[in-house]
């Protein structure tokens, strides 16, 4: 499904559309979503990890906008995207039709002006709307200001897989598991 449109305004006044991206984007969210593993250590991948596949984003991204359930919020200055959030069901099976997983990230030149949590209450909202009981997610143990972020927005800190990420300087990351349980 696609989230309505709408608008975010940045402290400086600049316009930010959020509605949802669709396989028309893929080479927008193919873009960003490099760009974004290159600018921190807090997203999955690494650039040496190699470019994305633009035929699966863009499979991937039809498959959620036909999907009753997941949907992505996306956010555009003009034509360029520059924040990326997809809530998808966790599992297809019985078991598992309550929880959903949340993924995001914002271009660092426009992080820190609210974007973040904007984006997230809108996917919270619609996920509810969607049947999900929660919304699930994993966050680097050193990233301070998602972890704030995420607590100040209703999520609660359940658990850590231990080392679950080694950085190329040979360091190790716990992952967090934070869910939001809407009761
Ligand atoms: C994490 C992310 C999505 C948050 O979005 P954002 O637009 O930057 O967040 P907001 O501006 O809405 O809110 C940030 C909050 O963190 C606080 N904050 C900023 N730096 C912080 C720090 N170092 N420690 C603790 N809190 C911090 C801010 O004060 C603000 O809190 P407040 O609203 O109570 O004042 C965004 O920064 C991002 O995409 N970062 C890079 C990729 C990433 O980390 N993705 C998440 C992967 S799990």
Redesign the pocket.
């Known amino acids: 499904m696609r989230i309505k449109e709408q608008k975010y305004f940045l402290p400086d006044g600049r316009e930010i559309t959020i509605k949802s991206a669709g396989p028309e984007d893929a080479l927008k969210v193919k873009l960003h979503r490099e760009a974004?593993s290159a600018?921190?250590h807090?997203?999955a991948r690494e650039p040496e990890d190699g470019q994305l596949n633009l035929d699966k984003i863009t499979e991937i991204l039809g498959s959620i906008a036909k999907s009753e359930r997941d949907f992505m919020v996306s956010a555009y200055i003009g034509d360029e995207l520059i924040?990326d959030l997809g809530v998808t069901l966790i599992r297809p099976h019985l078991k598992y039709l309550h929880r959903a997983y949340l993924?995001?990230?914002?271009?660092?030149e426009?992080?820190?002006?609210?974007?973040?949590?904007?984006?997230?209450q809108i996917a919270l909202g619609q996920a509810k709307a969607n049947g999900f009981e929660q919304v699930e997610?994993?966050?680097?143990s050193d990233?301070?200001?998602?972890?704030?972020?995420?607590k100040?927005m209703g999520f609660k800190e359940y658990g850590m897989n231990p080392r679950a990420f080694k950085l190329k300087d040979g360091t190790y990351r716990d992952e967090i598991i934070m869910a939001n349980i809407f009761e």
Do not use: C, P, W
Not at 111 to 119: A, Y
């Open positions: 974004t600018e921190t807090f997203m924040g993924g995001m990230s914002i271009r660092q426009y992080t820190g002006m609210g974007l973040g949590s904007f984006m997230m997610l994993g966050v680097y990233n301070d200001r998602a972890r704030h972020m995420y100040k």
